[in-house]
């Protein structure tokens, strides 16, 4: 599979429905994913760790934190994904390439380019039926219109997006503390990026730190409880 093919699961949510502070130039030029989350990161295979029933992971970020409660019943194969990406550092220095006022905050490349290509490729099945729908601080994952396309990309609803329900779209989280600062996530782009995911995973941080200055990002998420 291309990386092309794999980054259309983000694009398309935007296709299906028509229907992301400044970085400082430390944080920016941090490419170089830490040894040892990048070492437990590389083969997405071995990370297939079942998550707890519920628990709760706090996204440390440019703009503030925010905390989200997961619940494996609503999408367990989403629960499970994510679980492992937080638990291994994967979204530690990632950029929030898409906030649409009023629609969604999207992300989930990858900033180093040799883990985005792995990743992007690597999908999840499909949950048997959405459970909890996208409604307003509601968090999921992309995907395209093929089954199984899940793989990292994830949005969070800033509004009651009920149509994404019946397309599959099935919510695994909620955000439960500082929606505020979803909320405040630069959004000036808009969807100028969305159709730059290739861009993205081939280029990584260094490329968005240049052409996207402007973008908030993760600094690190962590499971909490």
Same mark, same amino acid.
């Given at each position: 599979?291309?990386?092309?093919?794999? =980054?259309?699961?983000?694009?398309?949510?935007?296709?299906?429905?028509?229907?992301? *502070?400044?970085? %400082? @130039?430390?944080?920016?030029?941090?490419? %170089?994913?830490? @040894?040892?989350?990048?070492?437990?990161?590389?083969?997405?295979?071995?990370?297939?760790?079942?998550?707890?029933?519920?628990?709760?992971?706090? &996204?440390? %970020?440019?703009?503030g934190? &925010?905390?989200?409660?997961?619940? $494996?019943?609503?999408?367990?194969n989403?629960?499970? $994904?994510?679980?492992? =990406?937080?638990?291994?550092?994967?979204?530690?220095?990632?950029?929030? &390439?898409?906030?649409?006022?009023?629609?969604?905050?999207?992300?989930?490349?990858?900033?180093?380019?040799?883990?985005?290509?792995?990743w =992007?490729?690597?999908?999840?099945?499909?949950?048997?039926?959405?459970?909890?729908?996208?409604?307003?601080?509601?968090? %999921?994952?992309?995907?395209?219109?093929a089954?199984?396309?899940?793989? *990292?990309?994830?949005?969070?609803?800033? $509004?009651?997006?009920? $149509?994404?329900?019946?397309?599959?779209?099935?919510? &695994?989280?909620?955000?439960?503390k #500082?929606?505020?600062?979803?909320?405040? !996530?630069?959004?000036?782009? #808009?969807?100028?990026?969305?159709?730059?995911?290739?861009?993205?995973?081939?280029?990584?941080?260094?490329? !968005?730190?240049?052409?996207? @200055?402007?973008?908030?990002?993760?600094?690190?998420?962590?499971?909490?409880?």
């Amino acid at each position: 599979m291309t990386i092309a093919r794999a =980054l259309m699961a983000g694009i398309a949510l935007a296709t299906m429905t028509c229907l992301t *502070t400044v970085v %400082t @130039p430390q944080s920016a030029n941090a490419q %170089t994913t830490d @040894p040892k989350i990048k070492a437990a990161l590389k083969d997405p295979a071995t990370l297939k760790e079942k998550a707890p029933t519920k628990f709760q992971a706090k &996204f440390e %970020t440019s703009k503030g934190d &925010f905390y989200v409660d997961v619940n $494996r019943s609503w999408s367990p194969n989403g629960a499970d $994904r994510f679980y492992n =990406l937080v638990k291994n550092g994967f979204f530690n220095n990632i950029r929030f &390439f898409r906030v649409v006022p009023g629609f969604v905050v999207q992300f989930g490349i990858h900033g180093d380019p040799d883990l985005a290509k792995k990743w =992007l490729q690597s999908n999840i099945p499909d949950d048997e039926k959405v459970v909890k729908g996208n409604m307003r601080g509601f968090m %999921t994952f992309a995907k395209s219109g093929a089954p199984n396309s899940r793989s *990292t990309q994830i949005f969070i609803n800033l $509004r009651d997006n009920e $149509r994404l329900d019946s397309m599959g779209f099935s919510a &695994f989280a909620q955000v439960t503390k #500082g929606m505020d600062v979803v909320d405040k !996530l630069y959004d000036g782009y #808009g969807e100028q990026i969305t159709q730059l995911q290739v861009e993205i995973a081939q280029g990584g941080n260094a490329y !968005l730190a240049k052409e996207w @200055p402007k973008l908030d990002y993760i600094k690190q998420a962590t499971i909490v409880k």
